[in-house]
């Protein structure tokens, strides 16, 4: 009589299966936490056109020779109404602007060749970064204001609870956070 013969296919001891393919699953992985600091850092960012928001909608219903027409009672309502919504559109420029303006060193430093050029430009987009880390504390240290008392009461009798830690937290996250998502996407399209 003879053998029976085993109909199982033969696979290759170091052969995975397709559904666990080490590239696929640092793609996912890598993707997941993109999405995840991804929605934290533009949830964020969304609150954060605020200040210029506000800073927009002050300079547009604050002026001292057109403050009288916000007195009408129909065109001062439809003038008011005008006024949120370009400040909602020019503050969400600005705001815009000013983040590019931080991250682009980091999005340009990539560049393969290095010479002079690029090393004038890079010194160029570094004073860019840096004036608008600048304008953006300032814009959100007025919006969100570090300190819960007035600043002399704190330089003179400073406690801990007088910092207002969550504006700390919001203002540090509109500055960098952007900038943190650019670095966290490179080390992980290196992974990837």
């Given at each position: 009589?003879?053998?029976k013969?085993d109909?199982?296919?033969k696979v290759p001891?170091?052969?995975?299966s397709?559904?666990?393919?080490p590239k696929?699953?640092?793609?996912?992985m890598g993707?997941?936490?993109?999405?995840?600091?991804?929605l934290?850092?533009g949830?964020i960012a969304?609150m954060?056109?605020?200040?210029?928001?506000d800073?927009i909608y002050?300079?547009?219903t604050?002026?001292g020779?057109?403050?009288?027409l916000y007195?009408?009672?129909?065109?001062g309502?439809w003038?008011d109404?005008?006024?949120?919504?370009?400040a909602?559109?020019?503050?969400?420029?600005?705001?815009a602007?000013i983040?590019l303006?931080?991250i682009w060193?980091?999005?340009s430093?990539?560049?393969?060749?290095?010479d002079r050029?690029?090393?004038?430009k890079?010194?160029f987009?570094?004073?860019?970064a840096?004036?608008c880390?600048?304008l953006d504390?300032?814009a959100?240290s007025?919006?969100?204001?570090?300190?819960?008392?007035?600043?002399?009461?704190?330089r003179?009798a400073?406690?801990l609870s007088?910092?207002?830690?969550g504006?700390?937290?919001?203002t540090?996250?509109?500055?960098?956070?952007?900038?943190g998502y650019?670095w966290?996407?490179?080390?992980?399209?290196?992974?990837?």
């Amino acid at each position: 009589m003879g053998k029976k013969k085993d109909k199982t296919p033969k696979v290759p001891v170091n052969q995975q299966s397709p559904g666990q393919d080490p590239k696929k699953v640092d793609t996912l992985m890598g993707g997941a936490i993109l999405l995840a600091a991804g929605l934290v850092v533009g949830a964020i960012a969304f609150m954060n056109v605020g200040p210029y928001r506000d800073l927009i909608y002050s300079a547009l219903t604050e002026w001292g020779w057109l403050s009288w027409l916000y007195t009408i009672p129909v065109i001062g309502q439809w003038l008011d109404s005008a006024a949120i919504l370009l400040a909602i559109i020019v503050g969400a420029a600005l705001f815009a602007g000013i983040q590019l303006g931080e991250i682009w060193p980091l999005v340009s430093a990539e560049k393969t060749t290095k010479d002079r050029k690029w090393g004038r430009k890079m010194l160029f987009l570094v004073a860019l970064a840096c004036c608008c880390y600048a304008l953006d504390a300032v814009a959100c240290s007025f919006f969100w204001p570090p300190l819960k008392v007035d600043f002399q009461q704190f330089r003179w009798a400073a406690l801990l609870s007088d910092i207002a830690w969550g504006n700390l937290f919001v203002t540090l996250v509109t500055l960098f956070g952007l900038s943190g998502y650019v670095w966290l996407w490179r080390q992980i399209a290196r992974v990837m």
